[in-house]
């Protein structure tokens, strides 16, 4: 239509929008006070504007001299189509509407509820809150969050970026606190309608809409962990939701400098956390998924034959990547580092390394040691030694393994959320004496060469 007649479609939208305004045009779009529910009232709204802009679109057509292959009916339904588009976009919903629509919302919510995401940092803060932040929030009362009209906002490490937040709305209290996080404290805050957001200072809404729809006294609880560390990638939070009445606030744990600090307290000393060392993974090619396995006493050629991997047949990455990605194939490789104190054996989304077989031959002069991890936060954490298996086990609470095992595991926290193939990583190089680097990684990556690995039976 813009081809043939440029100009034809902003006009029906012009022509449409005044008459939409029109005092004897404007009691034809209401909508029946009967309308009934949400949907309801949403159809008859948009009914009457699309037959107000094809009507229109009829209108302007017969006067538009088309060409008489052009079939005019169709040509004034397809304008009429975008013409009302563009008028409902503008066109405030009818009174009822807001009403039902909560209707709907608030039968649809059900308990409980989890929400994954980030928000957008700014000014060391972001807030669960139904409106904008306020300005000039004091956090001297617990270090970590401050109660507003409508929510409460959150004190967090670094001052701009975003962090990682996982909000979960109970039918009740949760029977315990969680471990991992070094910063707990609960608090009351009464919600003027509901449905609160995770906002950052700039009103953008991440997790949008997600507390009750109904208004009323709701217990927040505030997990942090990574304030201290200035690294945005590793802040994290939790915010658990559960309706209560009002109740003093609740410090559960206080444990990170900054909110010793926010609260006038002398600093804590907190020894270096060795899996912090293996942050560089995260922002690597093994972010994703990746198994690392280290070995000992052995060649490269040991180590490979190991895997089921031919030393005499090395193929660039590239063209073993091109290969899988063509095929749409997931047939295991491995790249390979030889260092003056191990072998290291690295696969890019891959987990030969974490088989009892692999390990029981590339340890057989040694010891070997592997950890894999992957998209779905499955783990594995592998311990061998000449030849026999010690230990092999998704890393999580207390092991009853050997005691070099648990040698290599003691003081290690598997259970603080995020750094688990790190502190797994930690784990092998205690066991094996030699970890990966991220210089490690970079040679692996110039050098450009794996082995595919022949399938096991």
Not at 160 to 171: R, T, Y
Not at 260 to 287: D, F, K
Request: hydrophobic share 45%; charged share 25%.
């Amino acid at each position: 239509m813009e081809r043939l007649r440029p100009g034809v479609a902003d006009l029906v939208v012009a022509l449409a929008r005044r008459l939409a305004a029109h005092p004897s045009v404007v009691p034809l779009l209401a909508v029946a006070p009967e309308a009934g529910d949400e949907s309801a009232i949403a159809a008859q709204h948009g009914t009457a504007h699309l037959a107000l802009a094809v009507a229109t679109a009829c209108a302007v057509i017969d006067q538009a001299h088309l060409p008489s292959v052009v079939d005019r009916a169709a040509a004034a339904v397809g304008v009429g189509i975008g013409a009302a588009a563009v008028l409902l976009r503008a066109a405030p919903m009818p009174p009822a509407y807001a009403e039902a629509l909560l209707a709907r919302i608030r039968s649809e919510y059900v308990l409980p509820r989890q929400s994954f995401g980030s928000v957008r940092v700014s000014g060391n803060r972001f807030a669960l809150i139904e409106g904008r932040l306020p300005d000039g929030v004091d956090f001297v009362g617990n270090g970590l969050v401050a109660v507003v009209d409508g929510g409460a906002v959150i004190r967090t490490g670094v001052a701009d970026g975003d962090v990682k937040v996982q909000l979960s709305v109970l039918a009740e209290a949760p029977p315990e606190v969680e471990s991992g996080w070094e910063e707990v404290v609960e608090v009351s805050w009464r919600a003027a309608e509901g449905r609160a957001s995770v906002v950052g200072p700039d009103g953008a809404a991440r997790l949008r809409d997600r507390t009750p729809p109904w208004p009323g006294e709701y217990r927040l609880r505030v997990h942090a962990r990574g304030r201290d560390d200035g690294d945005s990638d590793f802040e994290r939070y939790r915010l658990t939701v559960w309706a209560a009445p009002a109740a003093p606030q609740i410090v559960h744990r206080r444990t990170d400098r900054l909110g010793h600090r926010l609260r006038g307290e002398p600093e804590p000393l907190r020894p270096a956390r060795p899996e912090h060392a293996y942050r560089w993974i995260r922002r690597s090619p093994l972010s994703v998924a990746a198994t690392v396995t280290v070995a000992t006493g052995a060649t490269v050629e040991e180590v490979l034959r190991a895997f089921g991997a031919d030393p005499d047949r090395p193929t660039a990455i590239r063209d073993i990547e091109k290969d899988l990605s063509l095929r749409r194939g997931a047939d295991p490789w491995v790249a390979v580092l030889d260092t003056a104190e191990a072998v290291l054996a690295v696969e890019f989304n891959g987990f030969e390394g974490s088989r009892g077989p692999v390990l029981r031959a590339a340890s057989a002069r040694g010891r070997a040691a592997s950890m894999f991890w992957n998209v779905n936060a499955l783990t594995q954490l592998s311990f061998a030694e000449r030849g026999r298996l010690l230990a092999s086990f998704e890393p999580w609470g207390d092991v009853d393994a050997d005691p070099v095992v648990t040698a290599a595991l003691a003081g290690l926290d598997f259970a603080e959320p995020g750094d688990r193939a790190e502190t797994g990583l930690v784990a092998v190089e205690r066991f094996t004496g030699r970890g990966i680097s991220a210089a490690d990684l970079t040679r692996i990556q110039d050098a450009g060469i794996g082995f595919r690995v022949a399938r096991r039976a």
